[in-house]
């Protein structure tokens, strides 16, 4: 294996932008439009001492993101050279699985993943979200307030998720349940054990009971994955698709409730809910600086040479925000990068725009007369260099009671109560008997520390 490049000429670290700091998180496009005027590639550190190259323009991305030759993913000899407990370290150490993999061992995962999550019914998929979505709104409709990131943007991906795999309302009230106890660093090392247990359970549940849910596509699949690799496939599903979905839905929210062209309820706004997400995915992108690769070699980019094993970052945000594309976006298309590009492109963005639409629709359609609680230049973004975050959501609206609202919604169905209210779960103990996995076990599951990170907000 080849060793980190020590010849690399350094650069000075007061030279470096950092993307941790509150600057950053103010101000992301004034940054952006400051670093793209000293060319497509700038010196930035990720962390206290940890350097990377951000990629700024679209060109220059897709041309990266194209060539994973020169550009692959394995992070292995770049983690040797950070400190472990730097915070973005769990979000970029190496890890046995797709996101981490090149060449056929990558074709090989992704391809599983490919194919169980086409075999998810868009009807299914669009029931699921609707009801999962409803059983959070039946919490918070009745006061009259809420906080559309973490009572709804936050959880509902989980409860999508957690369908998704086929977990059973049991398993998922629990693993909710460690999730928020996590979110909240309360109890956070039973937390930890609980959720691996879940995740393991769930494995174990659908090979021996197969049913029509991903979990059970995933282990029929002809890739042959054992256990320790379906586990490495959930725990990748959920970590890349929870942090990112909730802060599409938020993001979207946000812009629906603040901007004039998208004011009024469902039927008198002026533009649909798939032009608010389009918009965000465009220019507030959920993952913002992402899509890491690591040269394992110098490498030759935009007129500069890179050195090894530094990370090279795409600026998703900057890149879709090029002013080099401004006519490619009035013609509406979709060209951004927010779900990359080449290989390693998001396989559920189909799944992830139902979830962003859907979710959108059902609040917006259930609490039509919503107001933001505070003007929307005063909502707090939260630090870090890769997710473009709200820290909260906050809304008004006239008080709801749920009696009614169950009556009219849903026609008297009991797709309100097809899951617990959220404060039972978030309040009730752990209560299950089940056989859980001792700590030991848990820190032995591959990625595992990683999905708690990621499901933590770092
Ligand atoms: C708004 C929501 C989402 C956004 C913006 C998003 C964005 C992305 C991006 C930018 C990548 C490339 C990462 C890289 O190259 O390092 C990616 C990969 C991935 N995403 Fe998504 N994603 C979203 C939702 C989801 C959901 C809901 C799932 C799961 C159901 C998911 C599963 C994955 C997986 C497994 C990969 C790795 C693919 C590979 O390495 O070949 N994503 N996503």
């Given at each position: 294996m080849t060793r980190p490049d020590d010849s690399a000429a350094p650069v000075c670290p007061m030279r470096r932008t950092p993307l941790h700091d509150r600057t950053f998180a103010d101000d992301p496009d004034g940054v952006y439009e400051s670093l793209r005027a000293e060319g497509p590639l700038a010196d930035v550190e990720l962390a206290p001492g940890v350097p990377a190259t951000l990629v700024l323009d679209y060109d220059t991305a897709l041309s990266v993101l194209r060539d994973p030759a020169r550009f692959p993913k394995d992070s292995r000899v770049w983690q040797r050279t950070v400190p472990q407990d730097s915070p973005v370290v769990a979000m970029m150490m190496y890890r046995d699985n797709v996101l981490f993999q090149d060449g056929p061992e990558h074709d090989r995962l992704r391809e599983a993943i490919t194919d169980a999550l086409g075999r998810v019914d868009s009807f299914t998929l669009r029931r699921y979200v609707r009801e999962s979505a409803e059983s959070l709104i039946r919490d918070f409709a009745?006061?009259?307030?809420?906080?559309l990131l973490n009572d709804y943007a936050r959880i509902l991906p989980l409860l999508v998720l957690t369908k998704l795999f086929g977990s059973p309302p049991e398993i998922t009230s629990r693993m909710v349940d460690a999730i928020t106890a996590l979110w909240d660093g309360v109890d956070t090392e039973r937390a930890n054990l609980e959720l691996g247990s879940c995740v393991a359970e769930v494995v174990a549940l659908r090979r021996e009971h197969p049913a029509a849910d991903v979990t059970t596509w995933l282990l029929e699949h002809?890739?042959?994955?054992?256990d320790e690799e379906m586990i490495q496939q959930l725990v990748v599903l959920m970590g890349a698709g929870a942090e990112p979905m909730q802060n599409l839905v938020a993001n979207a929210l946000r812009l629906w409730l603040s901007d004039e062209r998208f004011a009024?309820?469902?039927?008198?706004?002026?533009?649909?809910v798939e032009d608010a997400i389009d918009e965000v995915l465009w220019q507030q992108p959920p993952l913002a600086n992402y899509a890491i690769t690591f040269p394992p070699q110098e490498v030759e980019l935009a007129g500069r040479v890179l050195p090894a094993h530094q990370p090279v970052v795409i600026g998703i945000a900057a890149a879709n925000n090029d002013p080099a594309l401004c006519s490619a976006r009035r013609d509406g298309n979709r060209a951004h990068l927010a779900w990359s590009?080449?290989?390693?492109?998001?396989?559920?963005r189909g799944t992830a725009r139902m979830i962003a639409s859907v979710a959108m629709e059902t609040v917006l359609d259930t609490l039509p007369d919503m107001d933001l609680a505070v003007p929307v230049e005063r909502l707090e973004w939260r630090t870090g260099p890769f997710h473009r975050a709200l820290t909260a959501l906050p809304v008004h609206f006239p008080p709801v009671p749920v009696s009614d609202r169950d009556e009219e919604a849903t026609g008297g169905s009991d797709s309100w109560s097809t899951l617990p209210a959220r404060t039972q779960w978030t309040r009730q103990g752990v209560t299950s008997t089940r056989r859980r996995r001792s700590s030991a076990d848990v820190d032995r599951l591959p990625g595992w520390n990683s999905l708690v990170e990621w499901l933590r907000g770092r």
């Open positions: 009745p006061k009259g307030e809420a906080d002809e890739a042959g994955l054992d009024g309820n469902l039927s008198g706004g002026r533009l649909p590009a080449g290989a390693h492109t998001c396989p559920a």
